[in-house]
């Protein structure tokens, strides 16, 4: 999938809106100058604030469909997310890189709260633990949930503990449902991984 460029004039409206979150005034500009480009981000999100009646359910269903997939794509996500009010609230990621490249975007949209990371299995913990605290400056969300196999739990629980964290007291873990899986659940999101860690 292509990923596209997020330029310094989407930034800016992304920051505009998430500066004054109950103003619409910032959404509607930045739905106009979506809808300017040819981008269906721009439809979802004029729908979400003043509703067009007269679309048929199919209409509506197109157009949130091809703005998914557009959000999917601006923001490199190889996963599924959750939307709230024609953004994106909860993302998926399978690779840090790609979170890392979009976390001053996702950190600007108005309606971003929570991230899974899904690390696949020989990924390199700690060179992605570094990162992850870095970008934790950057990216403010509420829940910060990392996925690892149940292999590699037992090296990241480590690499927590050398860098202050406490299972219970800082963050959280279990076992998937598939038994092959496990999650560390971060209830501060990335920042308190940048408070104790970074």
């Known amino acids: 999938m292509k990923k596209a460029a997020i330029d310094s004039e989407e930034l800016a409206f992304a920051r505009a809106m998430s500066s004054n979150p109950s103003d619409m005034t910032p959404r ?64 998926v990621y399978s690779s840090w890189q790609g979170l890392v490249r979009v976390a001053k975007y996702l950190h600007a949209l108005p309606e971003t709260s929570g991230v899974l990371l899904i690390l696949r299995k020989g990924t390199n913990l700690s060179q992605a633990y570094q990162a992850l605290t870095t970008v934790g400056r950057e990216l403010r969300v509420v829940r910060f949930c990392l996925r690892v196999n149940v292999n590699d739990a037992p090296e990241l629980e480590d690499l927590l503990a050398v860098n202050g964290w406490r299972p219970g007291e800082n963050f959280g873990c279990h076992i998937n449902f598939d038994g092959k899986r496990m999650d ?11 408070a104790i860690g970074g």
């Open 184 to 194: 560390f659940t971060f209830e501060g999101g990335l920042k308190a991984l940048t």
């Open 28 to 91: 509607l500009m930045y739905a106009r100058w979506l809808e300017e480009r040819g981008d269906p981000r721009g439809t979802s999100i004029r729908q979400e604030i003043t509703p067009d009646d007269s679309k048929s359910q199919s209409e509506l269903e197109a157009v949130y469909a091809n703005a998914y997939e557009r959000w999917k794509e601006v923001l490199g996500m190889d996963g599924a997310a959750m939307m709230k009010n024609g953004f994106p609230c909860h993302v």
